[in-house]
T-cell receptor, first 116, second 111 residues
């Protein structure tokens, strides 16, 4: 149980285009979903927290107009990287928590984004 | 400002021996700590957790120790197996929806 999927697993896009990444909890309803970013050999950095039906809460330094998060249902959250640039190339990981407080989060397999 | 630190970027251990991974934190208000295991190009997998009101939690080959006065926690894996080779992250929570991750330690278990 507690499986989280992400789609796509990798994507290559041209600079200036937008990319949407989906995160789904497959066998549970997620009270909260989280989006992280990981640079090579670095820690996971929380970008934003989203609750179903409400606006996402972004961490300091994360541009909310660039990284659009939609949490349409208790099993689906999407991250859209708008007007992507090469510096947005990274490994994006989502997680989902079935309960509050969200101590134990279940992570998706991640999405490798490369912007050329 | 790195609130959760893993000062050893890598650790190499012989199969069958004990692996000890360490994590230090600065915020005494953290009340829950977790360890995750991660393979390249995959999401982290939850391993074991501990509440700040406890000093030890054990699950099979994995034991986590918490020393609140030293703001230090450690993960013991015994006996270590080659399949344990991965990057291990410790994380801390402030009873909110956030997890703050350490920088990770790459464990290699050799035969």
């Amino acid at each position: 149980g507690a499986v989280v999927s992400q789609h796509p697993s990798w994507v290559i896009c041209k600079s200036g285009t937008s990319v949407k990444i989906e995160c789904r909890s497959l066998d549970f309803q997620a009270t909260t979903m989280f989006w992280y970013r990981q640079f090579p050999k670095q820690s996971l950095m929380l970008m934003a927290t989203s609750n179903e039906g409400s606006k996402a809460t972004y961490e300091q330094g994360v541009e909310k107009d660039k990284f659009l998060i939609n949490h349409a249902s208790l099993t689906l959250s999407t991250l859209t990287v708008t007007s992507a640039h090469p510096e947005d190339s990274s490994f994006y990981i989502c997680s989902a928590a079935p309960d509050r407080p969200s101590y134990e989060q279940y992570f998706g397999p991640g999405t490798r984004l490369t912007v050329t | 400002d790195q609130q959760v630190k893993q000062n050893s970027p890598s650790l190499s251990v012989q199969e069958g021996r004990i692996s000890i991974l360490n994590c230090d934190y600065t915020n005494s208000m953290f009340d829950y700590f977790l360890w995750y295991k991660k393979y390249p190009a995959e999401g982290p997998t939850f391993l074991i957790s501990i509440s700040s009101i406890k000093d030890k939690n054990e699950d099979g080959r994995f034991t986590v120790f918490l020393n609140k006065s030293a703001k230090h926690l450690s993960l013991h894996i015994v006996p270590s197996q080659p399949g344990d080779s991965a990057v291990y992250f410790c994380a801390a929570s402030l009873n909110t929806d956030k997890l703050i991750f350490g920088t990770g330690t790459r464990l290699q278990v050799f035969p």
